[in-house]
């Protein structure tokens, strides 16, 4: 097989793989249950679902739901210099969180919300207590006034709330800390009644079943609860699934957490102490009309008559940072989606981070990291490119070849591996080497998609987000550009028809290209201009050192 037929074939198969499955992923209609129908367990469910009682979501039973809407109460409205969160009284749920530092997909001028209350796309966090009488998400708490700024010099803000029944007064308390994503939650409990009262704390998430609004056709990744422990090790939950009543991930264990995950963003309920083995419930449940809830179930909290007893709890919600959130509980680096090739990608981004840190400019660590990839494959792409000259050299007698055996094709093989024998040549000798970084190549479009780091990163000029196409087409331009050159140095196929394809590769790998992030492109531009010299130089050799033997 002709060498650059099967490069393109490789090349050109895993684009048009990524492309198709990007479609697919991001067209797939979502099984939304429409208001008041059924919902996987049976009943009519809603915005305001309970979640299980224990032991229910291991047993798959229904809980009786109420059918009324999200209500709205007393306001907190608290100001870090991290995040702007809205607390509701009503239920004590956290229902708007923005991050300052990030913006918007679509609209630069305005702060990334996370959690919002918006028709159609509610997200909020949610906690309260399964037991009778007892105050749950759907309670009226009493918010103490305050001023829920975080001042100069201060390091930490507390926002706290009441809820009294005949069975217990509950305090929730909500602590946000300076430079912090992470934010305690206290259920202060205490037994009014006249008998023993058992109280099980539950930490979920009430969610849409849509991906981020602004998120690129092209670039499609996973949204949905996910959910780790030591024995299941980490599981996407996808919200068709969840739908159709088909979920399948852990229902109870000793360890773990449970999040909801989205591109470069998420949030997880942890506990404090990483090395806890509270057992916990896992659940997921449709509540109708596109909605889901995942949450956990902790313990009982035993307490007798006049007893007080405090639970905490950490709520995570922020950026997919991976230096920073991997010391927070086990398995937490795994939200941060490296695809199939994650044990070589992580070394990637580690590489990449590093240089980082060196020159504080991402472009430019994209370009000293594709120069560092080219270095470490030099000696197989030089083998590649011999062979390609080699192979080049060769076309005229191909050629003459093709047109003495006309349509014999036993007989064009027979001479042409003659030929490639007498010259020492390996037909495949251009292509084994580009087969065998083909992995690599993968794994950093990985890193380089996963990578919050280069969110909103400026690198020069007019490209001043990284993780947005190129505003202008520049770089996809300039990129066909040099695939063009690179053409043109390789080896032309004998056959008309695919020489035409050639020439045709480059244009369809940039319109491709012109829905990819710059940083993606602009290490794809590097590549080409690194191979273009290297291709060059050793064309340039093999000519020198073929025109010397013809004058001796």
Known sequence: MDTQRLIAFVVFSFSLLMLWEAWQEYNQPTQAVEAGAPAANGQAASSNALPPAPGQALKGLPQPVASAQVAKGARAKVVTDVLTAEIDANGGDIRE??????????????????????????????????????????????????DYQLKPGQNELKVSMKATTAEAEVVKTYIFTRGSYVVEVDTQIKNLGQTALEAYPYYQYLRHGQPPEGESMMIHTFTGPAIYTDAGKFQKVAFDDIAKGKQEHAKEAKDGWIGMVQHHFFSTWLTRD??????????????GNDEYSAGMIMPAVKLAPGEE????????????????????????????????????????????????KLVQNWGTAIILLTVLIKLAF?????????SMAKMKKLAPRLE?????????????????????????????????????????????????????????????LWLTDLSKPDPFYILPVVMAITSFIQVKLSPAPTDPVQAKVMMMMPIAFSVMFLFFPAGLVLYWLVNNVLSILQQWRINTVINSATANDSKH
């Open 97 to 146: 969180l923005v991050l300052r530092k990030y913006r918007e997909n679509e609209d630069e001028n305005a702060p990334f919300r996370l959690f919002e209350e918006k028709a159609g796309r509610n997200f909020f966090a949610q906690s309260g207590l399964i037991g009778q009488g007892l105050p749950n998400h759907k309670t009226a708490f009493v918010l103490e006034p305050g």
């Open 274 to 287: 990483p090395a806890d083995a509270s057992s916990r419930e896992f659940y997921t449940r449709s509540l």
């Open 309 to 356: 007893k405090t639970t905490i709890m950490s709520l995570y919600a922020g950026p997919q940072e991976l230096e920073k959130i991997k010391h927070l509980a086990n398995g937490l680096d795994l939200v941060v989606d490296y695809g199939w090739l994650t044990i070589l990608a992580y070394p990637i981004f580690v590489l990449l981070n590093w240089l980082h």
């Open 378 to 386: 030099y000696p197989l792409s030089a083998a590649s490119y011999k």
């Open 400 to 460: 003459s070849l093709k047109q003495r055996y006309g349509d014999d094709r036993q007989k064009l093989h027979e001479a042409m591996m003659k030929i490639y024998s007498e010259e020492k040549i390996n037909p495949l000798g251009g292509c084994l080497p580009i087969l065998v970084q083909i992995p690599v190549f993968i794994a950093l479009y990985w890193v380089l998609l996963g990578a919050v780091e280069l969110r909103q990163a400026p690198f020069a």
